[in-house]
């Protein structure tokens, strides 16, 4: 039975529909990937499904008792308390007796109290009936994954970190459906990718938006695309969904295309005269009526932005060398004893922690901030261009025209004057869109913008921190391409990794404690390179091993359910190998396969399981014993 239905849903805001009559399921275990153009309705779908919209017309079925949580786009402005707070409030009738035992235990690290102590054991004998231990860690645990500060006032946090927050509220609440709305802004590789191994372990049924290539080909096992008010449903995977969108735009195309020239002929025929007048068919005339008004109602594919990059004369065959530099913010090392050398045309990519210094980097390679330590020298004609992640060059308060023309209705763009309008209509903003404020475009819209304002200028050094946020798509697409074919130097910082695959030719990357790598290629080429570099890592591997976090040190024992837990671990484990190993025993003998018939897949399917069971054991194993001490 579905989770949830959605039947005949029309809603619109004043102009087009933007759902003009779609249908949709949720099955349990869907891991559903939504796709579509910037302004297509994603986000409003994922608002209406999490029960925030209501629609015009037709009809929304949700399971009874269905638990729904939610992470938008937007962070809501009424959520105060602090993050251990925020974060235990998805754990449900619990999440008060999480709350509490948390600042208790943070008052008794301060201060002795007998009526503490004497609340503290109330609170442990309830969270114990409660299995409240569990949720308990398993809200550390996500909050030290996510790198988040329990004791952190929410509201004094940036809006990255309150997303993070908000994200970490989501998963540890066990919801039948998980929305996430571009759950990977933020976030640096490392977590993405325990996010993804989070997602295919703990969580059974998900629906999300993502710009991330390589996270969703890794969470979707359906995608479903959102387009011109319509929805089109695939059960597939990420690649295979590219490739049967494709063929179903270039059938589209062929149809209008057939349709256009019938069309065109009809047309021809009705303004033939009087000759045409004495042969005239009404059937024909109705006919040609119905075409007119189909190609009245036919709403055209969004255009894909024609972005241009405006080239200045070529830098020195030296951008910037770096000798020995260290740097330090309050004695943590954000570089130390770093040295490279960018020659003009590389294409640099800068990966790392969130934290680690990334930005700081390039501002050190920018001559933006001086080195308390060693040298770095500047390339000569340098023309720069800087694309920030937080968007801070855009004014809110103006309109998209004021953002980019700055006063002016004309820009000279490679040598010719255009009219700003014009030119923003190559970058998907109508007229009227480009006469608003900016404060009211998504976050998509606002990446294009500030495209829109930065290739204005001409350029031979271009740098971008995560410039590919909330674009859809197509346009990243695009971006791709004219990085690709840009003649002067890239600085790139991202947490897309097919992005860097596709763009970077070299990559530096930040530890977190003052060291920078250097390796050839891109993200994947760093991974291969890292792990043959390795004398410690398994043949197997195929990810970046996970961060040490620093847990935080409380003062705690093991209760009584964990003891006993602890105690059968042991056995737990020696029936788990056992079975491993006799199913591994039957695969190796060949009589089996006489008789085996389907068999085969279902051993391996439940080797899988054991492999995944024994991980989650050992973890826990050891868990429970560092607690132990």
């Not at 035992?101 to 004998?125: F, M, T, V």
């Not at 066990?174 to 191994?197: M, Q, V, Y």
């Not at 209008?256 to 068919?281: C, H, P, S, Y």
């Not at 029936?575 to 199913?583: R, T, V």
Request: include cysteine; glycine fraction near 8%.
């Amino acid at each position: 039975m579905a989770l949830i239905s959605l039947r005949n849903i029309t809603l619109a805001f004043g102009g087009p529909p933007v759902f003009d009559g779609i249908s949709l399921q949720i099955e349990p275990g869907d891991r559903l990937c939504l796709m579509g153009r910037n302004g297509s309705g994603k986000s409003t779908l994922l608002r209406l499904i999490g029960g925030e919209l209501a629609p015009e017309e037709g009809d929304v079925q949700r399971q009874q008792g269905l638990k729904v949580a939610q992470l938008t786009q937007e962070v809501p402005q009424e959520i105060t308390g602090s993050v251990f707070d925020v974060v235990a409030s998805g754990m449900g009738s619990v999440a008060a007796l999480l709350a509490e035992y948390h600042h208790i235990s943070n008052k008794l690290a301060h201060e002795a109290a007998d009526n503490l102590l004497a609340r503290l054991a109330d609170l442990q004998k309830e969270l114990e009936d409660t299995d409240g231990w569990s949720l308990h860690q398993e809200v550390e645990r996500v909050l030290n994954r996510l790198e988040l500060d329990a004791d952190a006032e929410f509201t004094s946090l940036s809006g990255g970190t309150k997303r993070r927050a908000l994200l970490a509220r989501a998963l540890v609440s066990s919801p039948d459906i998980l929305i996430l709305d571009e759950p990977t802004n933020h976030l640096d590789i490392d977590t993405i990718l325990w996010l993804e191994e989070f997602l295919a372990r703990n969580v059974k049924t998900v629906l999300f938006v993502t710009h991330d290539r390589a996270f969703a080909r890794r969470v979707a096992n359906r995608v479903a695309e959102l387009d011109r008010g319509r929805i089109y449903a695939f059960s597939c995977g990420y690649d295979e969904f590219v490739e049967r969108r494709e063929a179903l735009l270039e059938a589209e195309i062929t149809r209008q295309a057939l349709f256009d020239k019938k069309l065109a002929q009809e047309e021809a025929w009705v303004r033939q005269g009087i000759k045409a007048r004495r042969t005239r068919n009404e059937g024909r005339v109705r006919a040609l009526k119905k075409l007119r008004e189909e190609s009245r109602q036919r709403r055209e594919r969004q255009g894909i932005a024609k972005i241009q990059l405006q080239t200045a004369d070529r830098s020195g065959a030296l951008v910037a060398e770096a000798h020995g530099v260290t740097f330090a913010y309050n004695g943590t090392p954000i570089v130390s004893q770093f040295s490279t050398t960018i020659m003009r045309g590389d294409r640099v990519g800068i990966i790392g922690p969130n934290g680690s210094g990334k930005t700081t980097l390039l501002r050190l390679l920018l001559g933006e901030l001086e080195p308390q330590q060693g040298e770095i020298k500047l390339g000569t004609r340098r023309e720069v261009l800087y694309f920030d992640q937080l968007r801070e060059q855009l004014d809110l308060d103006k309109s998209v025209q004021e953002n980019v023309g700055e006063g002016n209705d004309t820009l000279i763009i490679n040598g010719r004057s255009r009219h700003i309008i014009g030119y923003l209509q190559d970058f998907l903003f109508s007229p009227e869109r480009a006469r608003s404020p900016v404060r009211i475009l998504s976050g998509g819209e606002r990446n294009r913008l500030l495209l829109a304002r930065l290739f204005t200028k001409p350029s031979n050094i271009m740098v971008m921190d995560e410039p590919t946020n909330d674009l859809d798509a197509e346009t990243l697409d695009l971006l791709e391409d004219l990085l690709c074919e840009y003649p002067g130097t890239l600085l790139l910082v991202s947490h897309d990794r097919e992005f860097l695959n596709n763009v970077v030719s070299g990559t530096l990357v930040l530890t977190g404690d003052g060291g920078v790598r250097e390796f050839v290629g891109g993200y994947d080429d760093w991974l291969s390179q890292s792990v043959a570099e390795s004398t410690t890592a398994p043949a197997n591997v195929k990810e970046i091993p996970e961060k040490a976090k620093p847990q935080k040190e409380r003062p705690r024992r093991l209760s009584f359910k964990e003891e006993r837990e602890l105690e059968a671990l042991p056995e737990k484990i020696a029936a788990l190998e056992k079975e491993q190993e006799e199913l591994h025993a039957r695969l190796a003998d060949p009589v089996f396969y006489k008789s085996a018939g389907g068999a085969v897949a279902g051993i391996n399917v439940r080797l899988s399981e054991l492999e995944q069971l024994l991980e989650s054991a050992f973890l826990r194993w050891d868990e429970l014993e560092s607690v132990k001490g």
